[in-house]
């Protein structure tokens, strides 16, 4: 009898790691600096991946969140939640097992989630394809 829990689990993380190419392509597609997708599910309940990015300016930081969102909705993946978009600092947006943060440099710089998070395995792009 296959193991039905290790298929849904495999599953759950094909939708993540696609949730994580469209969030990533948007991103991209706005400029979004320095976009970095870390692998975190062997380390935390709290996603499966994280995606950091940062913009110029806060209103390129919003403009990243509302790509990530148009991106997600339009293909079927609704984001739970979005904090931080008023003060376009750090932007913090809940995609379910993902989670998109996007930073004003400075804030990124300061808040350094990528050495926190060193554990995670950072992706390439061409593994989101």
């Known amino acids: ?32 600096m320095d976009i970095k997708v870390l692998d975190i599910h062997d380390i ?41 978009y008023q003060s376009g600092t750090w932007v913090l947006m809940d995609c379910e097992r993902v989670i998109v943060h996007v930073f004003h440099k400075d804030a990124r710089l300061f808040y350094d989630l990528e050495r926190i998070w060193s554990d995670g395995r950072v992706m390439s792009a061409e593994e989101l394809n």
């Open 44 to 84: 935390s309940v709290l996603a499966d991946y994280f995606i950091i990015a940062h913009g110029n300016n806060s209103n390129h930081v919003q403009a990243l969140i509302d790509a990530v969102d148009d991106e997600l909705s339009k293909n079927g993946y609704p984001v739970k939640s979005v904090e931080g």
């Open 1 to 32: 009898m296959p193991n039905s829990n290790q298929d849904a689990i495999r599953a759950d993380l094909e939708i993540s790691k696609k949730i994580c190419r469209l969030a990533y392509n948007a991103l991209d597609d706005k400029q979004g």
